[in-house]
T-cell receptor, first 108, second 115 residues
Framework: RKEVEQDPGPFNVPEGATVAFNCTYS??????FFWYRQDCRKEPKLLMS???SGNEDGRFTAQLNRASQYISLLIRDSKLSDSATYLC?????????FGSGTKLNVKP | GAGVSQSPSNKVTEKGKDVELRCDPI?????LYWYRQSLGQGLEFLIY????????KSGLPSDRFSAERTGGSVSTLTIQRTQQEDSAVYLC?????????????FGPGTRLTVL
């Protein structure tokens, strides 16, 4: 079983839509969690860390559910520039495990 | 300021040849990570360094892969006797300290193609 699993998508949504991605992880002892964004043929960049109490950064909201071992990312009021692949990342004892990513296409 | 840099940006080699990939982390970053990403796949963790030491090498796919870091800065990933399945983008990342919550900053990657 993979350490981190994500729905590969693609999620095709119109501008202004709200879209949510989930990610599950297998190790209940995982210590920290992140969402990274990766544009086509570019390196990943940190979008936001995910805290136990949930956290928000502008249009982006991240949630962590330790009991069910999943994290989520909610994007409100989608912009064309949000089109990218979103990578779920889990840290276990200083090893970082990346999901294979969820592709988002925001259409005009 | 300067980010993480990697060289070469692209490398095409013949099966059986050795290749060296270089990573220059952000100045002052003590932790350095190597990953590889095959087409359409997620990142596969290879190895990390804290300073010049690599406490965990279990992510390296085979004994053809090795990495070193000198002076707490530049790191080199060496692949000996390359195989076609080694073709991927090799990404390097650095972070300020080796803490679970620390952001990793990625370099642009080296795209390796083994013919």
């Amino acid at each position: 079983r993979k350490e981190v699993e994500q729905d590969p998508g693609p999620f095709n949504v119109p501008e202004g839509a709200t879209v949510a991605f989930n990610c599950t992880y297998s190790n209940s002892a995982s210590q920290s969690f992140f969402w990274y964004r990766q544009d086509c043929r570019k390196e990943p960049k940190l979008l936001m860390s995910v805290y136990s109490s949930g956290n928000e950064d502008g249009r982006f909201t991240a949630q962590l559910n330790r009991a069910s071992q999943y994290i989520s990312l909610l994007i409100r009021d989608s912009k064309l520039s949000d089109s990218a692949t979103y990578l779920c990342v889990v840290n276990n004892f200083n090893k970082f495990y990346f999901g294979s990513g969820t592709k988002l296409n925001v259409k005009p | 300021g300067a980010g993480v840099s990697q060289s070469p940006s692209n490398k095409v080699t013949e099966k059986g040849k050795d290749v060296e990939l270089r990573c220059d982390p952000i100045s002052g970053h003590t932790a350095l990570y190597w990953y590889r990403q095959s087409l359409g796949q997620g990142l596969e963790f290879l190895i990390y360094f804290q300073g010049n030491s690599a406490p965990d090498k279990s992510g390296l796919p085979s004994d053809r892969f090795s990495a070193e870091r000198t002076g707490g800065s530049v790191s080199t990933l060496t692949i000996q006797r390359t195989q076609q399945e080694d073709s991927a983008v090799y990404l390097c990342a650095s972070s300020l300290v080796r803490l679970a919550g620390n952001e990793q900053f990625f370099g642009p990657g080296t795209r390796l193609t083994v013919l």
